[in-house]
């Protein structure tokens, strides 16, 4: 939440008044966004996306946790 507020009350008033601020950008956001929402929706077969995209999300998860509780 500290971020949502940084953007909300400072960051895009600094954008509109000094333009683009170096360090900030959207790219991470935009693999959040691949990763946990258009990948899992296309390996989904369309019926009921949400609950298989959800499913598929929390299981590529708990593979990754269990991988790096391995090593």
């Excluded at 790219?27 to 990763?35: G, N, S």
């Amino acid at each position: 939440m500290p971020k949502l507020h940084n953007w909300r009350y400072h960051i895009i008033a600094s954008i509109k008044e000094y333009g683009a601020i170096n360090g900030f950008t959207t790219e991470t956001y935009e693999t959040l966004h691949k990763d946990a929402v258009k990948k899992p929706y296309r390996a989904s077969n369309k019926r009921q996306p949400t609950d298989q995209m959800i499913k598929k999300v929390g299981f590529d998860s708990m593979t990754i946790n269990a991988t790096c509780m391995t090593n």
